[in-house]
T-cell receptor, first 113, second 115 residues
């Protein structure tokens, strides 16, 4: 079984709709991250969390919110989706004892019409 | 985030050829990482570099942390078809802002290998 899972894997939604992307991990890591990938732009950090009570904005947090419900779960929400949020979204985890090694989930492909 | 320049943007080579790609930064990093992303998958860590001047190998892959701490390169020797994918460099600096532990990614090098 995969250590970092993301649901759904694919999602099509309409402008203005609220959607949530889920991430779960069985690695026992304390740190979790949400990235967005666009063609030609690499990965950009949206939000990150060092622990259940810790939430931090990344490079491109506008239009997104997150919730760290438990150490193993980190969800990303789009309160009112817009077309330029169409992208591939990745969740990642790391262990604070070795912060550099981030392990990525398989990604969620989101299309906003 | 800090800007990373990764080149080349894409490479189209024949099986057996060697490959070289590099990343440069306008700022100093404490750590350089190289990831590979296969189609439909998340990035997977290939090599991690922690000291300026460090040269590390992982099978046919070799990467170096530049002396200035502002650059890194990745070499792949004797390429094979399964090397196809997108390769990303990532740099990390510690301290300062809250995002000090997050990674800054290059835009990727897309590698195609023909048999």
């Amino acid at each position: 079984d995969a250590d970092v899972t993301q649901t759904p894997r694919n999602r099509i939604t309409k402008t203005g709709k609220r959607i949530m992307l889920e991430c779960s991990q069985t690695k026992g890591h304390d740190r979790m991250y949400w990235y967005r990938q666009d063609p030609g732009l690499g990965l950009r950090l949206i939000y990150y969390s060092f622990d259940v009570k810790d939430i931090n904005k990344g490079e491109i947090s506008d239009g997104y919110s997150v919730s760290r419900q438990a150490q193993a779960k980190f969800s990303l929400s789009l309160e009112s989706a817009i077309p330029n949020q169409t992208a591939l979204y990745f969740c990642a985890t790391s262990d604070s004892r070795l912060t550099e090694t981030q392990y990525f989930g398989p990604g969620t492909r989101l299309l906003v019409l | 985030g800090q800007q990373l320049n990764q080149s080349p943007q894409s490479m189209f080579i024949q099986e057996g050829e060697d490959v070289s790609m590099n990343c440069t930064s306008s700022s100093i990093f404490n750590t350089w990482l190289w990831y590979k992303q296969d189609p439909g998958e998340g990035p997977v860590l290939l090599i991690a570099l922690y000291k300026a001047g460090e040269l590390t190998s992982n099978g046919r892959l070799t990467a170096q942390f530049g002396i200035t701490r502002k650059d890194s390169f990745l070499n792949i020797s004797a390429s094979i078809p399964s090397d196809v994918g997108i390769y990303f460099c990532a740099g990390q600096s510690r301290g300062g802002s809250n995002s000090g532990y997050a990674l800054n990614f290059g835009k990727g090098t897309s590698l195609l290998v023909t048999p």
